[in-house]
């Protein structure tokens, strides 16, 4: 759950949903249709760490890490 909520609060993953959904809100039928990494890399992601969400920039580090091609567009 910690390594999904990671994804979930990535920089990667806001860019490409504002990009095509338009809108910032998300409900279920969005969830169902947003792209996820393996489930080995949400469980890396995960490992070890507190429920407590990290810095917006660890998270984006983490993502770029685990899931190579991710990172941020400059």
Known sequence: AV?????????????YFRTYSGHT????TDLRTL???PVNAL?????GR??????QDEIDALVATLIPGL????
């Open 43 to 47: 469980r890396r992601m995960g490992a």
């Open 50 to 55: 507190a429920s407590k969400l990290p810095a």
């Open 71 to 74: 990172e941020k567009a400059a």
């Open 3 to 15: 390594g999904l909520s990671l994804w979930l609060n990535s920089t990667p993953l806001d860019d």
């Open 35 to 37: 792209p996820f990494p």
């Open 25 to 28: 809100q998300v409900n279920a």
